[in-house]
């Protein structure tokens, strides 16, 4: 199966800055088949990108994703208050789909 | 709007089973795959199983294969999740989430805890 390493486990930054997460994959992923959810305590994850950079329904385009093959990484442009979170790739060229271990963005 | 609700979780024993339900709104259920992802405390998710909407094709997880069973009712909007001989790892919150590869819409979860 394929393993999803992120980096950085935790990412410290104040509100109006840019996040750079990264998800870097054990194999190629086929066809950019890549997803980003975002996940606050105590609620399920939310969509936010699929296709490595197209974003779901609802979401603003200060997310955006990029990469291919084995690198990937999702931005937050500016970063605002609600966005602070915990954020997962995951992977669905090759079943079984799998996911990252998360980065959790905080404020600094 | 899409809703997806999930019950049937609690407290069983290591070898018990339980039956998970997800009642789904504000779509066509019978068009859309659905799946089942669990997320352990503190963990990230992991994918379970998942069923096509077009044929009821089904897929599993190596760690669930042989031990669960999911199923479709279209006739009353409901997925469901058969898990028998259960261990202490498959403690996790589970998903009712819709999609089969990725998943856009997700419900609340429910505790699925497996504890003598």
């Known amino acids: 199966e394929i393993v999803l390493t992120q980096s950085p486990g935790t990412l410290s930054l104040s509100p109006g800055e840019r996040a750079s997460l990264s998800c870097r994959a054990s194999?190629?992923?086929?066809?950019?088949?890549l997803a980003w959810y975002q996940q606050k305590p105590g609620q399920a994850p939310r969509l936010l990108i699929y296709g490595a950079s197209s974003r779901a329904t609802g979401i603003p385009d200060r997310f955006s994703g990029s990469g291919s093959g084995t690198d990937f990484t999702l931005t937050i442009s500016r970063l605002e208050p609600e966005d602070f979170a915990v954020y997962y790739c995951?992977?669905?060229?090759?079943?079984?789909?799998?996911f990252g271990q998360g980065t959790k963005v905080e404020i600094k | 709007e899409v809703q997806l609700l999930e019950s049937g979780g609690g407290l069983v024993q290591p070898g018990g089973s339980l039956r998970l339900s997800c009642a789904a709104s504000?779509?066509?259920?019978?068009?859309?795959?659905m799946s089942w992802v669990r997320q352990a405390p503190g963990k990230g998710p992991e994918w379970v199983s998942g069923?096509?909407?077009?044929?009821?094709?089904?897929n599993y997880a190596d760690s669930v294969k042989g031990r669960f069973t999911i199923s479709g009712d279209n006739s009353k909007n409901t997925m469901y999740l058969q898990m028998n001989s259960l261990r202490a790892e498959d403690t996790a919150v589970y998903y009712c989430?819709?999609?089969?590869?990725?998943?856009?819409?997700w419900g609340q979860g429910t505790l699925v805890t497996v504890s003598s």
């Open positions: 194999q190629s992923v086929s066809s950019r088949y």
């Open positions: 069923i096509s909407g077009s044929d009821s094709s089904t």
């Open positions: 989430a819709k999609g089969w590869v990725y998943f856009d819409n």
């Open positions: 995951q992977q669905y060229g090759s079943s079984p789909w799998t």
């Open positions: 504000g779509f066509t259920f019978s068009s859309y795959a």
